[in-house]
């Protein structure tokens, strides 16, 4: 079992940064690729960015096409945390924001390869 707790979320204005953590525990962190998912009222979940587990090439990252350059994941396995650094929000950013547990450590895209969940960080951003 892997119980995730993120934190975080809260209301910030457009064009402002949020930084998102969530902390990892139950098995070991470093095993499993870690990902963001963000659900907003009345939409699907949808994915947000992934990293992978420590391979010999480092980690790997992969965005959604509409955060990219604008959010970054990284992940501190001695910490048990990944992180999602969040700049230049936008209104549209607005959703509660999910961190997710891959065992098989290689990341997606699908929610349906992700494992665990956390309970979820509101991000509000206003125009």
């Known amino acids: 079992q892997v ?13 402002g940064s949020l930084r998102l953590s969530c902390v990892a525990s139950g098995r070991t962190f470093s095993d499993y690729a870690m990902g963001w998912f963000r659900q907003a009222p009345g939409k699907e979940r949808e994915f947000v960015a992934t990293i992978t587990t420590h391979g010999w090439s ?19 396995n001695a910490k048990n945390t990944v992180f ?21 450590g290689r990341g997606a895209t699908s929610e349906y390869e992700y494992s665990y969940w956390g309970q979820g960080t509101q991000v509000t951003v206003s125009s």
């Open 3 to 15: 119980q995730l707790v993120e934190s975080g979320g809260g209301l910030v204005q457009a064009g």
């Open 58 to 76: 480092g980690v790997q990252t992969y965005y959604a096409d509409f955060v990219k350059g604008r959010f970054t994941i990284s992940r501190d």
């Open 84 to 104: 999602l650094q969040m700049n230049r929000l936008k209104p549209e950013d607005t959703a509660v924001y999910y961190c997710a547990a891959q065992l098989e």
